[in-house]
């Protein structure tokens, strides 16, 4: 099936994630900026607390919708050997793109949350969410960032994702809904009927939405 919009693809995952709603513990992380509208469904529908987690595609020079790694908040790096062997990318390159997309995941980071702290991640179940997995880079890289911040549990939820990376970021989390794995995949937007480039300002009203609803319960930031 193709999904009308980010937001239709949202309200869909949600009834898959029924079990985590109005639960204290759970927070909701969106990978900007394409997820943040399907989290935002999500995050409502869960009566849950909404962030973001900032992760950055490092793509390949010339191609960059191809992803040779990634990198995320705390220094986190991963790289994709094979896309770098095949691509023959030397390691002067890999270092200029990483330097570039650090400044930002920098600045994003800022215009997001503005003056507003992250919430807390040790000890809590997370629902990390993306609108779609094609080779599953920037998600990985945003697992190994947040394991270092000692979750309780980590549930990777996306509307679509092509089935070998669905089965490959499996085996690094607690579990993985992937609500449609189609084959062949061919790309993340294919499968959206509107999919048009979610926006700087799109991303900070959704979060501010989030921030002013009013939960049944308090839990400290």
């Keep these: 099936m193709r999904f009308k919009d980010r937001t239709a693809a949202g309200k869909l995952l949600a009834g898959k994630l029924v079990a985590y709603a109005n639960r204290a513990d759970v927070l909701v992380l969106a990978l900007p900026r394409g997820g943040v509208p399907v989290a935002f469904e999500v995050a409502k529908a869960l009566n849950a607390f909404l962030d973001v987690f900032v992760v950055r595609k490092l793509g390949v020079p010339g191609q960059k919708e191809l992803a040779m790694g990634a990198i995320a908040s705390g220094n986190v790096r991963i790289l994709n050997e094979d896309i770098i062997r095949q691509e023959k990318i030397d390691e002067l390159a890999i270092e200029k793109v990483t330097v570039e997309e650090q400044q930002e995941l ?116």
């Design 106 to 221: 920098n600045r994003r980071q800022t215009v997001y949350r503005g003056d507003r702290p992250k919430l807390a991640i040790a000890g809590r179940t997370i629902i990390l969410i993306d609108d779609g997995l094609a080779t599953g880079a920037t998600m990985r890289a945003a697992i190994a960032a947040l394991h270092k911040q000692q979750p309780a549990k980590i549930v990777v939820a996306v509307p679509v994702s092509s089935p070998q990376t669905c089965q490959e970021i499996k085996s690094h989390v607690d579990e993985i809904i992937c609500a449609e794995t189609p084959s062949p995949f061919y790309s993340v937007g294919f499968w959206y009927e509107k999919f048009p480039q979610t926006t700087d300002r799109e991303v900070r009203d959704l979060l501010n939405q989030a921030a002013n609803r009013q939960l049944p319960f308090a839990i400290g930031t």
